[in-house]
């Protein structure tokens, strides 16, 4: 999946040495991380994050510390899927980034893992629509009610 989101294996790994390179800048190296005017931006004209409405509060520096590439394209979510002994829960949607990576896990784990599908929920409703939050943090609760009582 990383190679297609970040135009391939050559492409992945020049942002891992990028990453290893910042990582040796004691003063650490930042690119600014959404904008609607800077080309540069990690992410340009990105939906939600160039929202100040939503993903692009006063709060957040608005920065991408380029020493944290490395980890970040390198973290495989979905190998220890097979391993998984403690009961999960998954909350996701098709309209959600990467739903494939939620079907590829749920292919390789065993029986203790199990779905709550929400129709037409992208990512970004999942931080901070209300009716969604609620909805996933309900049967968010209920899975550790039967599973912690």
């Known amino acids: 999946?990383?190679?297609?989101?970040?135009?391939?294996?050559?492409s992945v790994q020049n942002l891992i040495e990028l990453g290893k390179e910042a990582s040796r800048d004691?003063?650490?190296?930042?690119?600014?991380?959404?904008?609607?005017?800077?080309?540069?931006?990690?992410?340009y004209q990105a939906p939600y994050y160039t929202e100040t409405n939503?993903?692009?509060?006063?709060?957040?520096?608005?920065?991408?510390n380029v020493a944290s590439?490395?980890?970040?394209?390198?973290?495989?979510?979905?190998?220890g899927a097979p391993e998984q002994d403690k009961p999960v829960l998954l909350v996701g949607s098709e309209a959600m980034a990467l739903p494939g990576g939620t079907h590829e896990y749920l292919q390789r784990a065993g029986d203790n893992v199990?779905?709550?599908w929400l129709d037409s929920v992208t990512q970004f409703d999942f931080y901070d629509?209300?009716?969604v939050v609620k909805t996933a943090s309900e049967a968010v609760a209920e899975h550790f009610r039967?599973?912690?009582?």
């Open 114 to 116: 199990s779905v709550v």
């Open 1 to 10: 999946m990383v190679n297609a989101i970040y135009g391939g294996a050559e």
């Open 129 to 131: 629509v209300s009716e």
């Open 69 to 79: 590439w490395e980890g970040w394209l390198t973290y495989d979510a979905v190998a």
């Open 26 to 43: 004691e003063a650490g190296t930042y690119v600014e991380a959404a904008s609607t005017t800077n080309e540069n931006a990690l992410m």
């Open 146 to 149: 039967k599973y912690t009582c």
């Open 54 to 64: 939503r993903g692009l509060v006063p709060e957040y520096d608005n920065l991408f």
